[in-house]
């Protein structure tokens, strides 16, 4: 039995196919189309999900669309409804497009599936379970647990925010639901607008911006208080209430509204090229520590509900990892599984096990031993003969290496030398991270490698930290982590043995003095709190990357690698070969490995590339 799941028309279109329970491909439509975000129809994605399991859609048992679109349409008339006259503005922008197209939803998606190819209407069961159960299933059914607690927080679904469900088997029961307006990921994302950075897809910057803050100052506690006592108020289960007066989302075309913020901590709007200040630093400091506790006492109610020793967890604010990480240390849980796709885009994959475990109610199989997820690389691979056509199209001369072992030994001795490295192998990641196939690599031990990285590769903000890749056998010896961390969700400390010590001032020093402060013998990857976000690589999931790593440490003593996703500021992570040959002509990068193929940037001819991508064999 075949189930094909999509997310779409919000953000982060995804599709998902599942064959008898088991995930045969997922792919996120940004990938193909090489727009960030996309949120269209995902017809490649799709396409390729289709292709890969063999099937068309006349095959198909049935269809999963991962919200009900009358629930949300009947949340946003109620909301204008209860603000009116508020909105005005805000109803008429979007109310044409609910009615021509997405009241309609179920037309419109058969007739994009008739886009793609001819089928029987009659024949297609089409499924639309809700959001939030989406984002439970897509954690839930690939843990490999048998019963779980399921925590998932977003922005808004269609009503629900947040919800507490309790896994048995193949079954999920909704226990507890937090409603719209009243939603943590719509506050962090209120920060996200404030502080200058994009809504739904800069919360990671804001993120990353928080350890800049000053844990000690007084404007950080100010802010918080702030923020407890005027925006939000916080009850002992996690339940929250925001306080509207101050907030834009529910009827207008903003997150915040800026005079009242402005009142209220005595900073402006930061727009996105202005500097970023000490200000805005605290003031992602404080909502950073905010979002975890409330993080933190929706797990403990979470428990104390289930009392389950295990917690499942999906939706935005799961990719979350620095609160991900400090709740690991929190120990209210024996074992904690997040979806490496945990945003929209995950929905897709939530939709079609909802369908298959609880709407067929198919029961599960459990391989403990065995990643469901198979690393999170369920995208397309492609073959050696498109790299063989993209060198004759562009004239690209390219070193081949006959085998493996060949091919990482000279990868990891291009890297100790103090090159970047664009890396694609096999199929490519499901989920925001990179996690090994579509890389760039560098050494972490070079003092110079985060700036350079952000500045000549990436072209993003300098604050940005890296991440790294370790042997899962050697990642205690680099970090304080108590499990395993594939997916990139997690923060450990860096080993204090491996630190530098600070200066007394430190916290006080100027951003830029502070931001390129050596604090370990692995530079590129400490942040300023000397936290980092780990990746631990497996042999059994990701083994050609882990023969890297190997070879890398037995050539430099470290088993650690830089690895951040192949991708320029403002562009999906790169899915093909040639997707990939365009970003490493267009930026500083050294090398680029595709397969057994190797590019020295040195020896390519001239030229610079526009913003558009496409594979040579289509």
Same mark, same amino acid.
């Given at each position: 039995?075949?189930?094909?799941?999509?997310?779409?028309?919000?953000?982060?279109?995804?599709?998902?196919?599942?064959?008898?329970?088991?995930?045969?491909?997922?792919?996120?439509?940004?990938?193909?189309?090489?727009?960030?975000?996309?949120?269209?129809?995902?017809?490649?994605?799709?396409?390729?999900?289709?292709?890969?399991?063999?099937?068309?859609?006349?095959?198909?048992?049935?269809?999963?669309?991962?919200?009900?679109?009358?629930?949300?349409?009947?949340?946003?008339?109620?909301?204008?409804?209860?603000?009116?006259?508020?909105? &005005?503005?805000?109803?008429?922008?979007?109310?044409?497009?609910?009615?021509?197209?997405?009241?309609?939803?179920?037309?419109?998606?058969?007739?994009?599936?008739?886009?793609?190819?001819?089928?029987?209407?009659?024949?297609?069961?089409?499924?639309?379970?809700?959001?939030?159960?989406?984002?439970?299933?897509?954690?839930?059914?690939?843990?490999?647990?048998?019963?779980?607690?399921?925590?998932?927080?977003?922005?808004?679904?269609?009503?629900?925010?947040?919800?507490?469900?309790?896994?048995?088997?193949?079954?999920?029961?909704?226990?507890?639901?937090?409603?719209?307006?009243?939603?943590?990921?719509?506050?962090?994302?209120?920060?996200?607008?404030? &502080?200058?950075?994009?809504?739904?897809?800069?919360?990671?910057?804001?993120?990353?911006?928080?350890?800049?803050?000053?844990?000690?100052?007084?404007?950080?506690?100010?802010?918080?208080?702030?923020?407890?006592?005027?925006?939000?108020?916080?009850?002992?289960?996690?339940?929250?209430?925001?306080?509207?007066?101050?907030?834009?989302?529910?009827?207008?075309?903003?997150?915040?509204?800026?005079?009242?913020?402005?009142?209220?901590?005595? &900073?402006?709007?930061?727009?996105?090229?202005?500097?970023?200040?000490?200000?805005?630093?605290?003031?992602?400091?404080?909502?950073?520590?905010?979002?975890?506790?409330?993080?933190?006492?929706?797990?403990?109610?979470?428990?104390?509900?289930?009392?389950?020793?295990?917690?499942?967890?999906?939706?935005?604010? *799961?990719?979350?990892?620095?609160?991900?990480?400090?709740?690991?240390?929190?120990?209210?849980?024996?074992?904690?599984?997040?979806?490496?796709? *945990?945003?929209?885009?995950?929905?897709?994959?939530?939709?079609?096990?909802?369908?298959?475990?609880?709407?067929?109610?198919?029961?599960?199989?459990?391989?403990?031993?065995?990643?469901?997820?198979?690393?999170?690389?369920?995208?397309?691979?492609?073959?050696?003969?498109?790299?063989?056509?993209?060198?004759?199209?562009?004239?690209?001369?390219?070193?081949?290496?006959?085998?493996?072992?060949?091919?990482?030994?000279?990868?990891?001795?291009?890297?100790?030398?103090?090159?970047?490295?664009?890396?694609?192998?096999?199929?490519?990641?499901?989920?925001?991270?990179?996690?090994?196939?579509?890389?760039?690599?560098?050494?972490?031990?070079?003092?110079?490698?985060?700036?350079?990285?952000?500045?000549?590769?990436?072209?993003?903000?300098?604050?940005?930290?890296?991440?790294?890749? &370790?042997?899962?056998?050697?990642?205690?010896?680099?970090?304080?982590?108590?499990?395993?961390?594939?997916?990139?969700?997690?923060?450990?400390?860096?080993?204090?043995?491996?630190?530098?010590?600070?200066?007394?001032?430190?916290?006080?020093?100027?951003?830029?003095?502070?931001?390129?402060?050596?604090?370990?013998?692995?530079?590129?990857?400490?942040?300023?709190?000397?936290?980092?976000?780990?990746?631990?690589?497996?042999?059994?999931?990701?083994?050609?990357?882990?023969?890297?790593?190997?070879?890398?440490?037995?050539?430099?003593?470290?088993?650690?690698?830089?690895?951040?996703?192949?991708?320029?500021?403002?562009?999906?992570?790169?899915?093909?070969?040639?997707?990939?040959?365009?970003?490493?002509?267009?930026?500083?990068?050294?090398?680029? *490995?595709?397969?057994?193929?190797?590019?020295?940037?040195?020896?390519?001819?001239?030229?610079?590339?526009?913003?558009?991508?496409?594979?040579?064999?289509?």
């Amino acid at each position: 039995m075949y189930i094909l799941g999509i997310s779409a028309y919000y953000h982060d279109a995804a599709a998902a196919i599942l064959k008898d329970g088991e995930i045969i491909a997922a792919a996120h439509e940004e990938r193909f189309t090489r727009k960030k975000h996309d949120a269209g129809f995902p017809k490649h994605a799709i396409e390729f999900c289709l292709k890969q399991s063999g099937k068309s859609i006349d095959n198909l048992d049935a269809v999963a669309f991962y919200d009900k679109p009358f629930l949300k349409f009947e949340r946003l008339l109620e909301t204008y409804y209860g603000f009116a006259p508020k909105g &005005v503005k805000s109803f008429i922008t979007s109310m044409p497009v609910w009615v021509k197209e997405k009241l309609f939803l179920r037309k419109l998606i058969l007739d994009e599936l008739l886009e793609i190819q001819l089928y029987d209407k009659k024949k297609i069961k089409l499924l639309f379970p809700e959001h939030h159960l989406s984002h439970a299933a897509s954690a839930f059914y690939p843990s490999n647990l048998k019963q779980a607690a399921i925590l998932t927080i977003d922005g808004v679904g269609e009503w629900s925010t947040a919800s507490i469900c309790h896994g048995k088997e193949n079954q999920i029961k909704i226990l507890k639901e937090l409603h719209f307006p009243h939603s943590v990921g719509l506050l962090y994302s209120a920060f996200t607008y404030y &502080v200058g950075f994009r809504v739904n897809s800069g919360e990671y910057k804001l993120m990353g911006l928080a350890p800049y803050g000053n844990p000690a100052s007084q404007r950080v506690k100010k802010y918080r208080d702030l923020i407890c006592r005027e925006l939000i108020d916080v009850r002992d289960d996690g339940s929250v209430w925001l306080n509207q007066r101050y907030f834009n989302y529910a009827v207008g075309l903003t997150m915040a509204k800026d005079d009242a913020w402005e009142k209220l901590f005595g &900073v402006k709007r930061r727009l996105p090229d202005d500097e970023v200040t000490q200000a805005y630093c605290d003031l992602a400091l404080a909502i950073q520590q905010v979002t975890e506790d409330i993080v933190f006492k929706m797990a403990y109610h979470a428990q104390s509900l289930t009392g389950s020793e295990n917690l499942c967890m999906a939706g935005g604010v *799961a990719l979350n990892c620095v609160a991900n990480g400090k709740l690991l240390k929190q120990n209210i849980f024996k074992n904690i599984y997040i979806q490496p796709a *945990a945003g929209d885009a995950g929905g897709a994959l939530g939709a079609a096990y909802s369908a298959w475990h609880i709407y067929m109610d198919q029961p599960r199989t459990y391989t403990p031993s065995y990643d469901l997820m198979q690393g999170a690389f369920l995208g397309p691979e492609y073959p050696e003969q498109e790299v063989e056509l993209l060198s004759r199209k562009y004239d690209a001369p390219f070193t081949r290496y006959e085998d493996e072992d060949a091919l990482c030994n000279a990868v990891a001795r291009i890297i100790s030398e103090g090159n970047v490295v664009g890396w694609v192998q096999g199929r490519s990641e499901w989920g925001p991270r990179a996690l090994g196939n579509r890389s760039i690599l560098a050494d972490p031990r070079n003092t110079e490698m985060q700036k350079r990285l952000n500045l000549k590769i990436k072209y993003r903000e300098s604050f940005r930290p890296f991440a790294p890749a &370790v042997l899962e056998e050697d990642s205690d010896k680099y970090f304080e982590l108590s499990q395993v961390s594939p997916y990139m969700l997690l923060i450990g400390e860096v080993r204090k043995e491996l630190r530098q010590k600070l200066p007394a001032n430190y916290h006080e020093l100027p951003l830029r003095e502070k931001l390129y402060y050596v604090r370990s013998s692995l530079p590129a990857i400490t942040h300023l709190d000397f936290s980092a976000r780990v990746q631990t690589v497996s042999r059994l999931t990701n083994p050609r990357f882990h023969k890297l790593l190997t070879a890398f440490k037995e050539l430099t003593g470290a088993g650690v690698i830089v690895n951040t996703s192949f991708n320029v500021r403002g562009e999906p992570i790169v899915n093909s070969p040639e997707d990939a040959y365009r970003c490493f002509i267009n930026t500083e990068m050294d090398f680029l *490995a595709v397969g057994n193929y190797v590019f020295d940037k040195s020896k390519q001819p001239k030229r610079k590339f526009e913003n558009e991508y496409s594979s040579v064999l289509d």
